[in-house]
Nanobody, 125 residues
Framework: QVQLVESGGGLVQAGDSLSVSCAAS????????MGWFRQAPGKERELVAGLKMSGTTTYYADSVKGRFTLSRDNAKKTMYLQMNSLKPEDTAVYYCAARRMAIGVPLRADQYNYWGQGTQVTVSS
């Protein structure tokens, strides 16, 4: 049974930084990919950033390049998303997702097998 547990998130002001983390259990990292999606009210869920859990393959949406950074700790089976220079448009529920076996970083939500419960990130102007 794969479980993804997110932590972090919260309310910050524009320009602030925030970090969210996703701890995975029951997932073999050798071939897996994980990603952070976000969904704002009335909008589709979009991939913000993703990475292969082995190797160096990463993906960042254009809207967050240079501001968000992914990292991972395979020993702790945890993925982190450091979000800097936050903007009000970054406000959304952020979801951690995992795909058990992936060649690269899947870009569509329907390509992921497992999801966390979501954590709210709110950026005030």
């Amino acid at each position: 049974q794969v479980q993804l547990v997110e932590s972090g998130g919260g309310l910050v002001q524009a320009g602030d930084s925030l970090s969210v983390s996703c701890a995975a259990s029951g997932l073999t990292f050798d071939y897996a990919a994980m990603g952070w999606f976000r969904q704002a009210p009335g909008k589709e869920r979009e991939l913000v950033a993703g990475l292969k859990m082995s190797g160096t393959t990463t993906y960042y949406a254009d809207s967050v390049k240079g501001r968000f950074t992914l990292s991972r700790d395979n020993a702790k089976k945890t993925m982190y998303l450091q979000m800097n220079s936050l903007k009000p448009e970054d406000t959304a529920v952020y979801y951690c997702a995992a795909r058990r076996m992936a060649i690269g970083v899947p870009l569509r939500a329907d390509q992921y097998n497992y999801w966390g419960q979501g954590t709210q990130v709110t950026v005030s102007s």
